[in-house]
């Protein structure tokens, strides 16, 4: 990094991720890199957490967000915690959704700096944020109806709306991942860099942003999203038709099935029922 995106006042959570400043730059990192990132309960509130932190502290002017270690963005959701029948949200404050991240609306720009794979739940944690920089080794795709789940953390229709239908509704029915050079090609990322080099590309993108008066680039935000008091209006009748069909899909044997045979490293036996 150069002297100016040089990572400076290291700070941590109790667990579940990592918290550096970078001049005007939050970075926050997911640290389960034994789980490849998976998210669980833990990561879910220390992600939220720091995120209210960063919209709170007007020092603050851009996010990161990352994944400790350079295996694995984030690997979804935690499905062997499912499979134990616990919860991946942070406790009081369900609110914010998957990772503390997918439904947590913050006014400053967020930038996910993908290094390595990014699947199902890792994809959402993507889409969420406003930039996207993503190493040559990285992989993004939804493979929960290979689990016999479903994409409810917002990326079955995030995806169509970030990339053309056809090949977003691919990779929904398929559960196939994509490589970054694909996702370039169709704008779901904003740059491809060297492997190992994408939190360092994304705090540099950031800073070209920080350098900007920060209440015009917040301002700008809240009108390309229709944010109003916090919240994304256009959005909510999709959460609502998402939490429907998950709240039916749950209660189905092939839901159960799933994480199941995941966690027993087994092919799945489907039943449609």
Known sequence: MTESTAVTEPTTLPSGALVERAGNVMIISINRPDARNAVNSAVSAAVGAALDEA??????????????????FCAGADLKA????????????????????????????TIAAVNGSALGGGTELALSADLIVAAQNATFGLPEVKRGLLAGAGGVFRLPAQIPQRLAMEMVFTGDPISAARALEFGLINSVVD???????????????????????????????????????????????????????????????????????????????
């Open 195 to 273: 492997e190992g080099k994408s939190v360092e590309a994304a705090v540099e993108l950031a800073q070209r942003i920080a350098v900007n008066a920060p209440l015009s680039v917040q301002a700008s935000k809240r009108i390309a999203y229709g944010i109003v008091d916090g919240k994304r209006s256009d959005e909510d009748h999709k959460w609502a038709l998402s939490a429907s069909e998950w709240d039916q899909l749950r209660r189905s044997e092939d839901s159960k099935e799933g994480p199941r045979a995941f966690a027993e490293k087994r092919a799945p036996v489907w039943q449609a029922r």
């Open 82 to 109: 499912i499979a134990r029948g616990e919860s991946t949200y942070a406790p009081g404050h369900e609110d914010w959704g998957f990772a503390g991240f997918v439904k947590h609306v913050v006014q400053k720009p």
């Open 55 to 72: 919209e709170q502290d007007p020092e603050v002017r851009v996010i990161v967000i990352s994944g400790a270690g350079d295996k694995s």
